[in-house]
């Protein structure tokens, strides 16, 4: 992994995220070791080169490094670590899911038989971890390197986007990306009313409204969500609002009251409670770090 990990270095010239060349791939870098701390997980697949997480979801625990990459097939909000050793920055590559792109190539796992049926087990998970194999280092490698030169990427990159999600698709644990693009399953029907929510999360939401764009009864809902997600939703959506508003308040300096009003909280006192309870320190000490 030596060559990924050079690769990576150069495209990361920052802490935290770094956009490429290419669409819907980022490379993402940490100097530091962090201890357990909430987290807001975009739905995509993390390949590390270097260094190694642990994410908490509902008390499970999922490790992935260098050996393992880590698969979101919704956005979830979660708890995490990162171990890092000094001197070797944590470097991860991070590619969002393309639902389009996923339609077609299980479309085609289908029409070629029994591999698509092996790995098209009911499966409702909203992240897993797998192990790497040779032929998807070697493709991600050979991305990681295009990625380095803007005609590259355009040329090239599209292709190997889509040959590193045909590898994970041939992986033993991929039950939960099948589900995600498949007619009636509760991931795929979740995954619709999620989206209508990351996008609207500082309004005023109605459960029965998201229940019913997930084509499920309101109790249905609630039980299935809570399954995957492990929280409510009226619970996700204040994890959302509080992680934005930690972003606002870290990435671009915005005031309190500001900040809680744009992530749909009508009572500062009351965001500036819930922030605290969930990150374990106000949003006055977050915007002075």
Same mark, same amino acid.
């Given at each position: 992994?030596?060559?990924?990990?050079?690769?990576?270095?150069?495209?990361?010239?920052?802490?935290?995220?770094?956009?490429?060349?290419?669409?819907?791939?980022?490379?993402?870098?940490?100097?530091?070791?962090?201890?357990?701390?909430?987290?807001?997980?975009?739905?995509?697949?993390?390949?590390?080169?270097?260094?190694?997480?642990?994410?908490?979801?509902?008390?499970?625990?999922?490790?992935?490094?260098?050996?393992?990459?880590?698969?979101?097939?919704?956005?979830?909000?979660?708890?995490?670590?990162?171990?890092?050793?000094?001197?070797?920055?944590?470097?991860?590559?991070?590619?969002?899911?393309?639902?389009?792109?996923?339609?077609?190539?299980?479309?085609?796992?289908?029409?070629?038989?029994?591999?698509?049926?092996?790995?098209?087990?009911?499966?409702?998970?909203?992240?897993?971890?797998?192990?790497?194999?040779?032929?998807?280092?070697?493709?991600?490698?050979?991305?990681?390197?295009?990625?380095?030169?803007?005609?590259?990427?355009?040329?090239?990159?599209?292709?190997?986007?889509?040959?590193?999600?045909?590898?994970?698709?041939?992986?033993?644990?991929?039950?939960?990306?099948?589900?995600?693009?498949?007619?009636?399953?509760?991931?795929?029907?979740?995954? =619709?009313?999620?989206?209508?929510?990351?996008?609207?999360? *500082? #309004?005023?939401?109605? +459960?029965? @409204?998201? &229940? /019913?764009?997930?084509?499920?009864?309101?109790?249905?809902?609630?039980?299935?969500?809570?399954?995957?997600?492990?929280?409510?939703?009226?619970?996700?959506?204040?994890?959302? =609002?509080?992680?934005?508003?930690?972003?606002?308040?870290? *990435? #671009?300096?915005?005031? +309190?009251? @500001?900040? &809680? /009003?744009?992530?749909?909280?009508?009572?500062?006192?009351?965001?500036?409670?819930?922030?605290?309870?969930?990150?374990?320190?106000?949003?006055?000490?977050?915007?002075?770090?």
């Amino acid at each position: 992994m030596s060559s990924l990990v050079d690769n990576l270095s150069v495209l990361a010239a920052k802490e935290g995220y770094n956009r490429t060349a290419l669409s819907g791939v980022g490379v993402f870098r940490s100097d530091s070791s962090s201890a357990r701390e909430p987290l807001c997980y975009s739905q995509g697949v993390i390949i590390m080169a270097q260094g190694s997480k642990r994410v908490y979801l509902d008390e499970q625990a999922y490790d992935y490094n260098p050996d393992n990459y880590l698969v979101l097939t919704l956005p979830l909000p979660a708890e995490c670590e990162t171990l890092v050793e000094p001197g070797k920055p944590m470097l991860s590559l991070i590619l969002d899911i393309d639902i389009t792109l996923l339609n077609e190539l299980v479309r085609l796992f289908d029409e070629h038989g029994p591999l698509g049926q092996r790995a098209r087990q009911p499966d409702n998970k909203g992240l897993y971890v797998s192990q790497c194999t040779d032929e998807l280092s070697c493709v991600v490698e050979r991305l990681a390197q295009v990625l380095r030169s803007p005609m590259e990427s355009a040329v090239l990159g599209a292709g190997l986007k889509r040959e590193v999600l045909f590898h994970i698709l041939k992986g033993p644990n991929a039950a939960p990306l099948f589900a995600l693009v498949s007619h009636n399953t509760h991931l795929a029907r979740l995954e =619709r009313a999620m989206k209508y929510l990351h996008e609207h999360y *500082d #309004q005023n939401l109605d +459960v029965e @409204q998201l &229940a /019913a764009m997930a084509n499920m009864s309101p109790s249905s809902f609630h039980r299935n969500f809570r399954q995957i997600t492990a929280s409510s939703p009226i619970q996700y959506v204040k994890k959302i =609002r509080l992680t934005r508003a930690r972003e606002l308040l870290m *990435d #671009q300096g915005v005031k +309190v009251k @500001q900040a &809680a /009003a744009r992530v749909g909280y009508e009572s500062p006192t009351q965001f500036s409670r819930e922030f605290k309870r969930y990150f374990g320190h106000s949003p006055q000490e977050t915007l002075s770090a």
